[in-house]
């Protein structure tokens, strides 16, 4: 087909030109796979033969000790390195490179004996003891003193030596358990609660205090929200919960980055793994990493969506946690990248990945942006807690399927060698920010309404092909950050400030198109409601007053709205939109008490216009939005392709362009390429229909 790119959608500089990415220090130079790796759990004979399998299956890089702090410090004091010395010596004869680890996710079982001040409690404050993982607490100083030690020996000892390449801080901050009731985590409560507020005044009233009595007249009366009667618990004393166990979470990292950063050599790399709760991940990346690393088992993502059982996304919910995870770091690399079946002996996580869903999900990681992919792991561990979390080798220690796959999956990647640093191009953007984060974990309602849009703007996005990244506002986020963007939806910003709401006004002034959803501008930074007519702080921009509002209750029948004639679902919110002067009404509620007003508006302001939707978002609803506000779809030039069928994405690096298809259906699916590509994986050029089998992958070059 005679068809050029050049003049096309993909020169649309607004839309797939640079993106103001603050990509972290650390770039893979090229491709890389790796895998986990145990020494301490085989015989050391195992060592050269595991090695050299790993690089004949080209597998370059392994991931270790995270868990070993007892090989390194067997008895308080005693040091012994001559385990990692050997296994460090015998990687550089095999020319295997090493991202060395802190222990620190396991203390010793002779320091939670001598000093217990170092475990984690439950709500209820009896203590996580010895025998599982992740049992102790960011907050004791005693615990500090000893993880500052073990680093700093680690370190001074492992870093200069020329397997090692980078750095993992603990392993998988908040994994396990990411609420933390520890005597330790009290005190360090109310210093952080003191900085904060100086006045137990200020305090008082920024959590409300007055009602139900709560009213503190001593710092030393504040403890952590604790077990109350019902369900009852200060919502905003919650939220500034989260916001604790996030700076603490923070400055634990921190701590070991300082020391790592200060023996590691120069280039070497600090990073950490895995996404989990209460944590600002955007800050601890910024301030204390150079690359973020994700743990990606799709597995996990079976059954997010709304509708589980109808729900024909599955494992590309995985999808919609890699879109966060380019949030932290557009360039990213998987630490762990699932091999086998998931599970413990104490729960039973996933099946085995089906006959090339191990290559699937792993360029699942690669599609969403990144260069460095490290499956878990290289052999079944025979004991312990984890003898069913199967890795790429299984118990016997032959040859697999697993294996030929990891092998296959590897002349792939070679391939994919110019997609190395390749930006992700999007249609839009997806706004979020740490304070509504946490409010909804404090809050059912904000919960349940936030919680819908984000998974069905996902599979609204998704099923339409309409690709996406998320940006977190932060405290020095600017213009810069949004402008690329030419359309933004922040579903639901609850929670409102006001820097936010100039940023946001700034972004529509300069002809940014602007979606968002109900209950916006509800409350301030402490989750307490405004006394003001809603939006609050955005009715200017959004050009609309809410006077009545409710829930949607699923008991009562559905209510839709009228949208020049289709009816579009409202799902669980309803605010009633007031229009003000100069505010186009685009949909009105076409059902109850409220039918005739206004459901969804326009309002200019500047060059752009805000679409304000009285809802939350669904799926359906969702490419008839973006097309009205705008968004195009980076691939409507090169592939007809149906989003039910396949994931498309692209990466873009200097003028090339790179389309992936994955097929994660158990069926082969067909799809038409618009424009001549190169298959990478073959070198071939093709264009017109195409086949793929189940779970199969293609990636293209666009010539
Ligand atoms: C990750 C963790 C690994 C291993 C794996 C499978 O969360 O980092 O150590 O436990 O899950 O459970």
Known sequence: MERSIKDSILNNKQYFGEKNYSQKSFLWENMTMGTCYYPEHWSEELWASDLERMKAAGISVIRIAEFAWSKIEPRESEYDFSFFDRFLELCLEKEIKVIFSTPTATPPAWLTEAHPEVLNARIDGVLYRHGSRK???????????????????????????????????????????????????????????QE??????????????????????????????????????????????????????????????????????????ITTNGMFPHIDNHRMTKECLDIYMFDSY?????????????????????????????????????????????????????????????????????????????????????????????????????????????????????????????DYVTSFGLLKDYDNVWDMEADIWHNRIASYSDNEIFAGAELSNLPYDVIYLQKDSTLSDLNSYPVLIYPHPVIMSQERADLLTAYVEQGGTLLIGCR?????????CEMLPQPGLLHE???????????????????????????????????????????????RYADSYYKGEAALTKHRTGKGRVLHLGSAFSRDTLPMLLKYA??????????????????????????????????????????????????????????????????????????
């Open 541 to 587: 921009l959004t050009g609309t007053d809410i006077q009545d509002f409710t829930y949607a209750s699923p008991a009562e029948e559905a209510v839709y709205a009228d949208w020049n004639g289709t009816n579009i679902p409202m799902p669980v919110f309803h605010d009633i939109l007031t229009p003000l002067p100069g505010t186009d009404v685009l949909a």
């Open 135 to 193: 049992h102790y607490n960011y907050n004791s100083p005693v615990y500090q003193d000893y993880c500052r030690n073990i680093v700093t020996q680690s370190a001074m000892h492992y870093g200069p030596h020329p397997a090692v390449i980078g750095w993992q801080i603990d392993n998988e901050l908040n994994c396990e358990l990411r609420d933390f009731y520890s005597d330790a985590d009290d005190a360090a409560f109310r210093i952080f609660l």
């Open 520 to 528: 916006s501008g509800l409350k301030n930074l402490n989750g307490i």
């Open 196 to 269: 904060k507020y100086e006045t137990l005044d200020a305090l008082n009233a920024a959590w409300g205090n007055v009602f139900w009595n709560q009213t503190y007249t001593d710092w030393k009366e504040i403890h952590l929200p604790g077990l109350t009667p019902g369900k009852g618990v200060n919502p905003h004393m919650q939220l500034d919960y989260y916001r604790f166990i996030a700076e603490s979470t923070f400055l634990f990292c921190k701590m070991q980055a300082d020391i790592l950063r200060s023996y590691c050599k120069p280039g070497d790399f």
């Open 298 to 422: 799709p597995n996990f993502a079976f059954g997010l969506g709304s509708n589980p059982a109808n729900e024909p996304l599955n494992d590309r919910w995985n999808s919609k946690t890699q879109n966060e995870v380019r949030s932290i770091c557009p360039h990213y690399g998987i630490m762990e990248q699932q091999s086998g079946a998931g599970g413990w002996t104490t729960k039973m996580e996933g099946p085995a990945p089906r006959p090339g869903q191990l290559t699937l999900w792993a360029m699942q990681s690669v599609a969403h942006g990144a260069d460095f992919i490290s499956f878990f792991r290289w052999r079944t561990c025979t004991f312990g807690t984890e003898i069913y979390w199967h890795g790429i080798l299984d118990y016997d220690n032959r040859d697999n399927r697993k294996l030929r796959e990891v092998k296959d999956f590897y002349q792939k990647l070679q391939t994919l060698e110019p997609v190395c640093n390749a």
């Open 630 to 703: 705008g968004a195009i779809s980076p691939f409507t030039e090169l592939i007809e392709a149906d989003g039910k069928d396949v994931e498309l994405t692209l990466r873009r690096k200097n003028e090339r362009t790179f389309l992936f298809v994955l097929n994660f259906q158990a069926a082969e699916v067909s799809y038409t390429l618009l424009t001549p590509m190169r298959a990478l994986y073959t070198g071939e050029e093709v264009s017109g229909p195409q086949m793929l089998p189940a779970f199969g992958t293609a990636v293209y070059e666009v010539l």
